[in-house]
Every structure is written in C-alpha cells, then in structure tokens.
C-alpha cells in the first residue's frame, strides 16, 4: 500500500427496497450494490470507514429491509426518521453537509416511491459536489481525488478522476452485494434522529398509478447466417432514422416527439 | 513378588484412569449446557447398549461376534481381576471365572487380530493397530497370573525373570486397557462410548422402531444464544462427548455419497477433528481415510478458537460442510450413535446466520425464500398455474377436507407438475375428498433449514402453521418427502402437530381399502429408489413396494437399498451449494441403477426425480410412484363402483 494512499469517509445512502415480484420491502439491489462497493473500498484501503444512512419513516417492514443492509456487516445505521411522504432531499443534504464525508454512494434509483433516480443529482446539485453515474469500480484515492471506473453500455468502461468530495451512483454494473446475515443484522443497531419533516408537496399532487409496461421496439434482424446474428446482436443501439433538434422551442420539441411517438405507434 | 506388585498395579492403573477421566469430563464440560436425566440416562445405558448398540453392530455378525467376546470377556475379567488380584480374594469360583472371562477375551482378540491383517480401507490405522496385540496382553498376561491364584501352578513356579517379564505384559494391557481408556487410548470409545450413550442428546432415538431424525430448534427469541456452532466449545456437552466416542470404525465413511464422489467430505474425520478441537491440537496424528483432496495435517483447531476460518485455514474447511446431502446413511450405520447430521447442521448455521457465506447458489436461494416464500424466486401467485384445468378443491373455500393435499415447492418444476397431475388423477379415482392450500401455501422450510438458515425456516414454518390452523383436516398428504418430514417431525417443536402420509403411505392404504384397481404391468423390470427423507429419516420403507407389488410390479432391489439406500445428491441444498467433487453423486445411483438390469427406476421424491433424471445416457427411465400408479388405473369392480350414490339419482 502506497503510503498516499489513505482511507477514506464513505457514506452509503440506503433505501427501502421492493421486490419486484411480491412488492414485499427488501434491501435495494442497487444500494445493496452500493454498499459492497463501499465494503470493498474499505478493504481496499485500511482506515477507511463505511456509514450508512437513510431518511424515511421508522416501521417494521422498512426497519427489516433496512437491517438487510446491516446484515453485510455493519454495526450502525443512521435513520434520519420523517414522517411519510417527506421529502428525503433536504435531510440528507443537511446532514451531509453537517459532516461531510468524503465519498457519498447512492443507487441510481430507488425501488418504491418516485423512483425517478433523481436523489443523486438533486443532492449533489444542493451540496456542489460532482456526480459520478454507473459506477463499476473505484480504483484509488490519493490526495484527496478519487480514480474511478465508470461503466456505459455494452461492458465498456471509462475511467475518471474526481476531485473529493463526490457522489457516485452505482447500477446493475457494480460488484453484486454479499449475502445478508441474519446475526449481524439482528445485533447491529438503527441510531434514529428526527428531522424536521419537509412534506414533498409536489408529489402530493401527483396522481400515482401502477406501472405499465413499456412498449418496446421490435428488433427485426434480417440475418442468414449466424455470424450475421452474433453481429446484430453485438451492435451498437444505432441511431439511424433518429434525428438531433437543435435550437429548437418547446413546442416545437414536443411536436416532433408527438409525432414519433405517433409513428411508432406508441400513442394512438 | 508379583502378588505384591499386582495390587500396586492394578490400583495405580485405577487411580490414573480416574484422573484421565475426570481430565477428560472437563473437556466435554466446555461445551454448552444440554439438560439430560443424569441417573435415568446412567440407567438406560446397558439396554441401550445391548440392544440398540448392538442393533447396529449385528449387521456385521463377525465383527458382533468378536466385540462380545472381547468387550465382554474384558468387562467381566477387569472387575474380577480387580476382586482376584487387587483385593486377593482369589478362592473360590472367583479365579476360575477371571481364567474363563480373559479366556474368551483371548479369543475375541484373535478376530480383531484377523481383522487388522488387511483392514479395509475405511479402518483407521496408527494406535489402533496395536489394539489387538495390547488385548492379547491383556487376557494373556491375566490368564496366566490368574494360573498360580487358582492352583493350577505353584505359586513359585519359573524364573524371576519370566515373573518379571509377566509384570512388564500387565503393564502393557492395563496401560491400554485402563490407563489408556480416559487418556485418549483407541480404548476410550469404551468410556465415552458407555456416557454417550447415557447422556445421548435424543434419548428418544433408543427402543424398538423409535427414531427421532428432525433437526432441533435455536431459540431466536434469546438475542444471548449463539447462532450455531462456531467453536467447538458451542457443541452441547453431550454433543462432544458423542463426537469423543467414535471408535472410527469408518462405516459412516463407506455408505458417505459425498465421500463416495470424491467431495471433500468424511464423516469419521469431521468427527474426529471435532475431537481435536475439544482437545486442541492438529489433525496429522489421524490416521484414517482423509477429506479427498485434503491431506492430513493442515488443520488445527482449539476448544474456544473457530472451526471454519475466515480467512486460511482451522479445524475445517467450510466445503466439507456443504458437501453433506444430510442422507443419514452416517447416523444410520454408527454403531455408537453419533448424530454427524446434527452437528454440521449446526455449524452450517454459523457460516449463514452469522457470517453470511452460503456458497454458490444458496445466498439468492434463501433470499428467494424470503421475498417469494419458494426457492426459485417464482410468483407465489402462480404456485397452482399447473393444475389451471384441473379445478382443484381450495381450503379457503372449502375450510374443511379429509384430506389436505400438500404440494410442495414441485409445483413450480414442470418434471414434478406431472406427478402431481397424476396423484390428483388417483385421488380422484379413489374418491378421496381433498384440498389443497394453493397460493396459501409456502415452502416448508427444508431447504432453507438445511442450509442453515434458521431464522428464514422458523418463518415459514410460523406462517405455514398459521395457514393450516385456520383449516379442518384429517391429514396431510403430500408427494414431497422433504415436505413431509419437516411438517411431521420438526413443525411439533414450533406448534404444528399434523398426521403426515407420504403418497405411497397413502395410495397403500387405498389400494388395501379396494379403492383403487390396476390394470396388470406390461413392462420391463423396475427398481426402486428410497429417497432418504422417505426411508431413514421417517422408516417407510414398506408401503413404497407395498404399492408396486399391488401393480404387478417385482422390484429388483438394488444392492443399496432401504435403510442402506443410495442419496441421489439431491438433499440438504446440495445441489444448491454444489461442492465439486471427482464424480456426480447421482450419477453413481443410476450406475446403481444399471447393475440391477432394470428399465425404470421408482421414486417417490420430487429431489429424487430431478437428480436421477439430470443423469446422461441413463439406462433407466424414471417414473414416480404415482405416475405409475395413474397410468395403470382402471375401473373398479362393480361392487365399489356403486357404493357411492350420485347425488342426482336422489329423488
């Protein structure tokens, strides 16, 4: 270990999961993912230290699924207790900012609620701190900046360097999270703290209704061979038809969405 | 000279024993409390000994043969030699009972003499190959001390050098025989063998045809007990005191499956490295058949130090554990009871509900069972997709049926919708009023119990228990041995007491009701598999080939079969943690299979089904018992056919 190297301050934000069968609450792949990454880091860099947090209210079902994150080894989880239907926003970029840790790692998207996958870059624009998306891997901190790996489409990676303190949220391309223990998780301990509940207003007035599937476009590959296949397969998503609006109004903006939406016989 | 020297060496023999003993009851008293009846065990012990030690050991009538004679001329002719020459009342009958007993111990040291001269391969070697010279010792030099007491020598007769030379023998046998018995000799399976089976932690194994197979419960509402068994001293005391019993006679380690495919499993040495860890120390003076691919004398391990390492090495590897299929052939064959299935249960328990390392598929299987309630991960709302067509009374319609029909987590494996379709076909041909919970139900919790995770079984088991109060049934039937041992033997300890019949139990009980008529079997020769959940662990060995036989069908027995029947593999997530080893467990069971010359083999296990059917180039086609069964179905004879009214011939 190079002696620039040195641990870092990493706080993992951790969500109340859904599974996506059942609906029952579970610890969130993503954070989950999120979490190993950090555990890996702090493998990787002794001195280092992983805290978990999350905002939302205290119940059974969501203290279980929260527990699942402490079963991978943690022995505290701060909840930064709101009443339902807060805005978790706030809080957490209140408590950060308290104590900024030096490395904040989030999933892209949480599984109940809005799910916008808006949290990370709604916090990092409050804090002003740089964001990383799709994070695979990080692959060293010296003096204060961080080399990461970022993952984008179809296995390729992109490395980068952030100056600390950063979020990065990770996805389905991040190291699959350990097991969750039953011991662990049942031992460690949930550090609650009221907050100041900020009602979300906004989603008050939404009008929530269950998820349709997407329409997806068929693939038509026009293949004889199977070289020709393997290559339709391994392609690129191409643009072809697709076309690049620049300087354009609003209204004229929505018009040529309408109008494809129309063309691929999403809207009727 | 020797009658002054006898008594000082007899009683100094005595006394080490009982300072090796007591050093020895210490070292089982680190392991956790286990309340057992002291005195009623200590009472127990000599039938449990005489007949349901010797249950076990008269499947090998030699070896029987020889250990009554040698155990037996030793017990009696160590108490007489205690009375004869240590007390000196040699008048009488006393002497001449001392010179028959070492007489006929003499003679049960030859056989194990015999059996020493080309051990098998499972025998262990090192100290126990002197074992039959130091009987020799023993019963020779007692015989002939004994000559002189009884007048059939002079007292003075020979040399002071062969007195001498006598002297250094009884040491010897005392040595072994009594020195050697609390102080870690091959003689202390004698000591702790006798306590074992004393403070045995299920007494209620003991008498005839009783069996006591499922798993205890931790206590979870205890946040203080421990989680399994992470260091040998987390065994109960009478646990440890089982595993210092063995007499590593390898009978475990020849009826292994894992150790059979070449898995890094032993039976015997996992007992006997627990062994060394209730002792402290390292494996390298075991002088058995290692873990395959593991040589001996990497692994050490102490009393309060961990069994399975984090990181590098202890006492065991964590593959051995997870290569066990927990079949029970091992539980099945010690001769000394030991419950090898218990103990790596428990500290599979550790490595999941502590640690979180279930190898290979099990972390997603368990999470499967969380959040679906079934280990595929499938939509607990289509768990009766199967039987669509095939309008199925429901409990939460119906609320009471004779018969409550479990399903089992086959419903979702399209090889097992097929056996079920067929039990239901029987059901309905026998007019069996019945119901099934359908998306009610959920696993049982085998799986996840056997992988260790305790607290996802008690779950399931909670809830399940729930499902089924709210319902009025004479019994459950079910096709799923697996299914049909955790609700009959191990939902009891959690509040579930339920009459569970396996389908062949019940499809039996049809036939002999003359419910049920069979066209004669027209085809080729058919073995029949006994799953373990089925066999060992509950003892149905009998209505399986009951309902063959009512088919018309001769089963060609397999050479392993019944209580001595084959695993497939396909228990105690074995084919979820898939330890690899040189061979596939079911393939050696079809190979079993194939030596008997049938076409199709018979099981009665969902497990079974898919393990032995996984195996290429078969020679054999595998059917369940209630495939079978449906596809013989025929009308009954008019007599039964109209002891039913039809509701609408009512006027």
Known sequence: ?268 | MLETLLPILIFAALGLAVIGAWRRVRLWRQGRPSAVPLLKGLAAMPRRYLVDLHHVVGRDKVMSNTHVATAGGFVAAAVLMILVHGLGLAQGVLGWLLLAASATMFVGSLFVARRRRNPPARLSKGPWMRLPKSLMAFSLSVFAITLPAVGLLPADFGHWLLALLLAAVVVWGLGEMVFGMTWGGPMKHAFAGALHLAFHRRAERFGEGNRSTGLKALDLDDEAAPLGVEKPADFTWNQLLGFDACVQCGRCEAVCPAFAAGQPLNPKKLIQDMVVGLAGGSDANYAGSPYPGKPVGEHHGTPHGPIVAREGKALVDAETLWSCTTCRACVEECPMMIEHVDAIVDMRRHLTLERGQTPNKGAEVLDNLIATDNPGGFDPGARLHWAADLNLPLMADVKQAEVLLWLGDGAFDMRNQRTLRALVKVLRAAEVEFAVLGNEERDSGDVARRLGDEATFQSLAKRNIATLAQYRFQRIVTCDPHSFHVLGNEYGELGGQYEVRHHSTFIAELFEAGRLAFAPWKGGNVTYHDPCYLGRYNGEYEAPRNVLKALGIEVKEMERSGFRSRCCGGGGGAPITDIPGERRIPDMRMNDVKETGAELVAVGCPQCTAMLEGVVDATAEVRDIAELVADALVARPAAGATHRPQAEEVI
Not at chain 1, 23 to 28: F, I, L, Q, S, Y
Not at chain 1, 98 to 126: F, H, N
Not at chain 1, 146 to 173: C, E, F, N, W, Y
């Open chain 1, 1 to 268: 270990m190079r002696p620039e190297q040195q641990g870092v301050e990493v706080a993992v934000l951790v969500s109340v999961g859904r599974h996506p069968i059942t609906g029952r609450a579970r610890r969130a792949d993503q954070d989950a993912r999120g979490l190993e990454l950090a555990l890996g880091l702090e493998r990787q860099l002794p001195g280092s230290r992983v805290s978990l947090l999350h905002a939302g209210p205290r119940g059974e079902e969501s203290e279980a699924a929260l527990r699942g994150y402490l079963g991978m080894g943690l022995e505290s989880l701060t909840l930064l207790e709101q009443a339902e239907g807060s805005d978790a926003i706030p809080a957490l970029a209140e408590h950060l900012a308290a104590a900024p840790p030096q490395l904040v790692i989030t999933g892209a998207r949480a599984e109940r609620g809005e799910g916008s996958g808006l949290l990370p870059y709604a916090l990092a624009e409050r804090l002003g701190w740089p964001l990383v998306n799709g994070l695979a891997a990080v692959e060293k901190v010296e003096n204060g900046v961080a080399t990461l790996l970022q993952a984008l489409p179809r296995g390729q990676r992109r490395r980068l360097k952030v100056r600390l303190p950063a979020i990065v949220s990770v996805d389905g391309a991040a190291p699959v999270a350990r097991q969750s223990a039953f011991g662990p998780a049942r031992r460690a301990e949930l550090e609650a703290t009221s907050v100041p509940a900020e009602p979300d207003r906004e989603l008050a007035e939404w009008r929530l209704a269950p998820a349709r599937k997407r329409p997806k476009r068929l693939k038509i590959v026009k293949a004889a061979s199977a070289r020709d296949r393997f290559k339709a397969a391994a392609a690129k998503a191409e643009g072809g038809s697709g076309q690049v609006l620049e300087g354009v109004s609003a209204e004229q903006g929505a018009e040529a969405i309408l109008k494809l939406l129309k063309e691929e016989g999403v809207l009727r």
